[in-house]
């Protein structure tokens, strides 16, 4: 896995990121085809990348890794890494009283970048009996920071007020 990969703070699922590999590879695979027509005189000197737009997930990735969209090699190379990425990054999934929105994902994503690892992955989701906080899910490991589980904790506190 390479290490200097950064990943956007707008990509934060492992879902995303096979939509942007697979975006991606068919994007080199185009390329590379061009590039075989063209030397075979079959094909039209413009590049692939003309006129082409990406999603804004792999706009963000090919702009956080500095890659030229037209350069197929240095894309194939990008796909291993973020094939590589995928398989070994760690990832932690977030259940809140209510999905949060796009923003607030992002946010956390960068946050887990910044505080624990450079190339954390984040899968969201919701349960209305939390009441709020977080249960985070690693594995399997589970960390529960709701309000409900502080409550359940302290039922004998809350009765001794009646």
């Known amino acids: 896995m390479s290490e200097s990969l950064a990943l956007p ?3 934060y699922s492992p879902d ?5 590999l697979m975006e991606l590879q068919t994007h080199a695979e185009q390329l590379r085809d061009a590039g075989v027509r063209k030397r075979l005189g079959r094909g039209a000197d413009k590049s692939v ?3 082409v737009e990406f999603s804004p ?3 963000g990735v090919l702009e956080a890794a500095k890659a030229d969209p037209n350069d197929a ?3 194939e190379a990008l796909a291993t890494n973020l094939e590589a990425l995928r398989r070994q990054a760690p990832v932690v999934h977030l259940t809140f009283a209510a999905m949060p929105n796009a923003a607030l994902k992002q946010k956390i994503a960068a946050w887990f970048r910044e505080q624990i690892h450079p190339a954390f992955l984040l899968t969201f989701g919701a349960r209305g009996d939390l009441g709020g906080g977080v249960v985070l899910q690693t594995g399997s490991h589970v960390y529960d920071y709701s309000f409900r589980q502080r409550i359940l904790d302290n039922k004998a506190k809350i009765t001794q007020g009646v």
Not at 16 to 20: D, E, I, K, N, R
């Open 9 to 11: 703070s707008s990509l």
């Open 49 to 51: 990348a003309t006129g």
């Open 57 to 59: 997930l792999l706009a």
């Open 73 to 75: 090699p240095q894309l």
């Open 16 to 20: 995303q990121l096979g939509v942007v």
